[in-house]
């Protein structure tokens, strides 16, 4: 898995009818983009130290240049 700051994690319910969850990438921890993943959480604001399991994807986007 590899992601960068501003990326969205996309987390799939484990149960039928869990929501989808997703967060802003607001840190990466791991060496070149892998996990673990700093995570703001859409839902609630909070942020996590997160290790994504086999029902997260990365949502990537053109990120623009500047400052970090």
Known sequence: MYAIKGDRLLVQGSRAGDPLRDGEIIAVRGDDGAPPYLVRWTDDGHVSLTY?????????????????
């Open 52 to 68: 994504p399991g086999p029902e997260t994807w990365i949502q990537h986007f053109v990120h623009a240049p500047g400052p970090d």
